[in-house]
C-alpha cells in the first residue's frame, strides 16, 4: 500500500502544466495522478463526479488519497470533498481564492465575455467557502510576489500573488498556512512548494510549523 496524488490543475490550464509538481511529488514517495477537466466548458457537477469516482478507485490500493489543487483546482478539491463515502487523506491548495476572488469578480463585471471566461465554476470561484468544517485536513500555501494578470483586474488589499490575495486564501479552519515568495504561475515551480507539500501530505503540517 502506499500514499496516492491527485493534482488539479487551475483556471484555463490542463494536465501538463504540472508536470514538475508531478515530478518532484513522485521523489518525495507518492504515486501521483494528474486529473485533467475542461475548466470552463465541463459543469462542475461533471468534474466533481469525474474526480470522487478517481479517489474511490485508487482507494484499493492507497493508504490514503490526497489532493493537491492549484488555485481553482483547490477550490474544487474542498468541494468534493465534502461528500463522505470517499478514502482517507488530506488536501494542500496553491494560491487558491478559498474566500472568492476579487480577479474572478473583475472578469465577470466585464459582462457576458466575462461570465464565458469563467465557465461554470463563476460562482465557486467568485465567493468560495464561509468556512472549513469538512472530514480533512487542509492545508494552504499562498505566494506574494505582485506579478499576474489579476493585479490588472482586482482590486487587491494587502500581499498578493498577481491574481489572488493572501487574504483570500485564509479560510478559517485550514490546518495551516504558508506564505512563500512566487507569483500565481510559479506555485507550481517551485522548489519550496513541493517541498512544503510533502510535508503536509505526511504529517498534517508545514516544515516549521
Not at 477537466?37 to 462542475?44: E, P
Not at 483547490?74 to 480577479?103: D, E
Not at 483586474?153 to 498578493?160: D, I, K, S, T
Request: a neutral charge; aromatic letters at 6%; glycine letters at 14%.
Amino acid at each position: 500500500m502506499s500514499e496516492h496524488v491527485i493534482l488539479l490543475h487551475g483556471l484555463w490550464m490542463r494536465g501538463f502544466a504540472l508536470s514538475m509538481l508531478h515530478r518532484r511529488l513522485i521523489e518525495a514517495g507518492f504515486r501521483v495522478h494528474r486529473f485533467d477537466y475542461l475548466s470552463v466548458a465541463a459543469t462542475q457537477q461533471r468534474i466533481l463526479d469525474r474526480l470522487q469516482t478517481r479517489m474511490i478507485d485508487l482507494a484499493g490500493e492507497a493508504d490514503a488519497v490526497h489532493l493537491v489543487g492549484h488555485s481553482l483546482g483547490g477550490l474544487l478539491a474542498l468541494r468534493a470533498c465534502l461528500k463522505g463515502g470517499l478514502p482517507s487523506g488530506r488536501i494542500v491548495c496553491l494560491g487558491s481564492p478559498l474566500k472568492g476572488s476579487a480577479a474572478a469578480r473583475g472578469f465577470a463585471a466585464w459582462g457576458k465575455g466575462g461570465e464565458v471566461l469563467l465557465g461554470h465554476n463563476r460562482e465557486l470561484l467568485e465567493q468560495g467557502f464561509e468556512h472549513w468544517d469538512g472530514p480533512r485536513e487542509v492545508g494552504m500555501i499562498a505566494g506574494r510576489t505582485p506579478l499576474g494578470l489579476g493585479a490588472m483586474l482586482g482590486h487587491f488589499a494587502g500581499e498578493h500573488d498577481g491574481t489572488v490575495a493572501v487574504e483570500e486564501t485564509r479560510l478559517p479552519g485550514l490546518a495551516d498556512h504558508r506564505v512563500i515568495e512566487t507569483n500565481h504561475t510559479g506555485l507550481l515551480f517551485s522548489t519550496e512548494v513541493a517541498q512544503q507539500t510533502a510535508c503536509f501530505l505526511h504529517h498534517g503540517h508545514f516544515d516549521g510549523a
